[in-house]
């Protein structure tokens, strides 16, 4: 078994940034991929980031791309979502998740809580 616990998220300011942090625990972790998700009141989930394990690429959703960043530092088994120019949309509990194989995502975070509000 697997346990995904994120960190990082918080009250933070339009235009401001935050860093969440994802760890993996448990059983010897080789994930097919990572992601990021995220959702917000009265809205359905929606996928923020993946990146694949086995040769480092990344995905996005169009709209974040170019103010999100998804990383991992293999040693500590830990994906990383950079969000940068951070937007009173962007409010949202966000979600990591981890996937064995292309056909869906197998093990979850409990979450953390994201509100960008000056």
């Known amino acids: 078994q697997v346990q995904l616990v994120e960190s990082g998220g918080g009250l933070v300011q339009p235009g401001g940034s935050l860093r969440l942090s994802c760890t993996a625990s448990g059983r010897t972790f080789n994930p097919y991929s990572m992601g990021w998700f995220r959702q917000a009141p009265g809205k359905e989930r929606e996928s923020v980031a993946a990146?694949?394990?086995?040769?480092?690429?990344?995905y996005y959703k169009y709209s974040l791309k170019d103010r999100f960043t998804i990383s991992r530092d293999n040693a500590k088994n830990t994906v990383y979502l950079q969000m940068n120019s951070l937007k009173a949309e962007d409010t949202a509990v966000y979600y990591c998740a981890a996937s064995l194989s292309s056909a869906k995502y197998d093990y979850w975070g409990q979450g953390t809580q994201v509100t960008v509000s000056s």
């Open positions: 990146i694949m394990w086995a040769d480092n690429s990344t």
